[in-house]
Nanobody, 124 residues
Framework: HVQLVESGGGSVQAGGSLKLSCVGP????????MAWFRQASGKEREVVAS????????FLTDSVEGRFTISQDNAKNTLYLQMNSLKPEDTAMYYC??????????????????WGQGTQVTVS
């Protein structure tokens, strides 16, 4: 049973920063598309950022461009999401997810086959 484990969430004031981490099995992080999703209360789950393993190409959704950074450390089997200049609208449960590489990183949750349990981010 493959599982990803997130950490780093918490409560922060607007303008603050948090860094999320996601640890996965050794065969997942270097060869799967890795992504961060978030789901606010009453809203659908949405992709925040993704990184493709072969070329390191990254995607950031418009609302976090310039504030969030996705990165990966394959030696530590860890995916990161550095979140700066946080806003109240960033409040959500944040999930790490992965799918086998197939040429691109999907933007839809249903395509992801491995998920973490989520870590709550609250910005006030």
């Amino acid at each position: 049973h493959v599982q990803l484990v997130e950490s780093g969430g918490g409560s922060v004031q607007a303008g603050g920063s948090l860094k999320l981490s996601c640890v996965g099995p050794g065969y997942v992080t270097p060869s799967y598309c890795m992504a961060w999703f978030r789901q606010a209360s009453g809203k659908e789950r949405e992709v925040v950022a993704s990184i493709y393993p072969d070329d390191g190409s990254m995607f950031l959704t418009d609302s976090v461009e310039g504030r969030f950074t996705i990165s990966q450390d394959n030696a530590k089997n860890t995916l990161y999401l550095q979140m700066n200049s946080l806003k109240p609208e960033d409040t959500a449960m944040y999930y790490c997810a992965a799918h086998p590489r197939n040429g691109y990183c999907s933007l839809v949750p249903v395509d992801y086959t491995v998920w973490g349990q989520g870590t709550q981010v609250t910005v006030s």
